[in-house]
């Protein structure tokens, strides 16, 4: 069974411009999260999905990012425009939704250069 | 093959007392050590990063050590509270994340 695959793995972007991150999980899992690290720094909890609907965003830094789940399936994470703080990398994972499976499968994570 | 162990796997104790959960891993070629929250249906709450040149970290009730040439971190709860039961990972950051194995902590009133 394939894992979270993420796409694309690098992204080399300049300030201003947009991307649009992918995440794909795990057949099955209805609970998809966001992350990322920015440089040097921790990782840090961005949103999580449940099935298609937002239940957490808290992580969210500001309303330049906008992450969609259409279809309860893969998640894309749109950065517009992007700055240079934004440059980090991107993690996605993925669980059941069942009582007491809890794990988080991670996928491999995208990284952003923004110039 | 990096491996990341963490001990004890579950742990319930009453609350107010001090607590150790400790993560084993076998390569030292690490970037950072981050010390995590997980709480159910919940995304992973940051607790503590650890870059590769520092010893310690502290926060609140919380301290994280690291030695790298035993290839060990600890993760100390003071005065633990029922609302710090959770699961504990501890996470690898080397060119991919590796993620221990966790531990189920448990505290009750």
């Known amino acids: 069974e394939a894992g979270v695959t993420q796409f694309p793995s690098h992204s080399v972007i300049e300030k201003g411009q947009t991307v649009t991150l992918r995440c794909d999980p795990i057949s099955g899992h209805d609970n998809l999260y966001w992350y990322r690290r920015v440089m040097g720094k921790e990782i840090k909890f961005l949103l999580h999905f449940v099935k298609e609907s937002k239940q957490d965003e808290s992580g969210m830094p500001n309303n330049r990012f906008l992450a969609e789940r259409t279809g309860g399936t893969y998640s894309t994470l749109k950065v517009q425009p992007a700055e240079l703080e934004d440059s980090g990398v991107y993690f996605c994972?993925?669980?059941?939704?069942?009582?007491?499976?809890?794990?988080?499968?991670f996928g491999p994570g995208t990284r952003l250069t923004v110039l | 093959k990096q491996e990341v162990t963490q001990i004890p796997a579950a742990l319930s104790v009453p609350e107010g007392e001090n607590l150790v959960l400790n993560c084993s891993f076998t390569d030292s070629a690490i970037y950072n050590l981050q010390w995590f929250r997980q709480d159910p249906g919940k995304g992973l709450t940051s607790l503590l990063l650890?870059?590769?040149?520092?010893r310690e970290q502290t926060s609140g009730r919380l301290n994280a050590s690291l030695d790298k040439s035993s290839g060990r971190s600890t993760l100390y709860i003071a005065a633990s509270q029922p609302g710090d039961s959770a699961t504990y990972l501890c996470v690898l950051d080397t060119d991919k994340l590796i993620f221990g194995t966790g531990t189920r902590l448990q505290v009750f009133p």
């Open positions: 994972a993925s669980s059941q939704d069942q009582p007491g499976i809890d794990e988080q499968f």
């Open positions: 650890i870059q590769s040149s520092q």
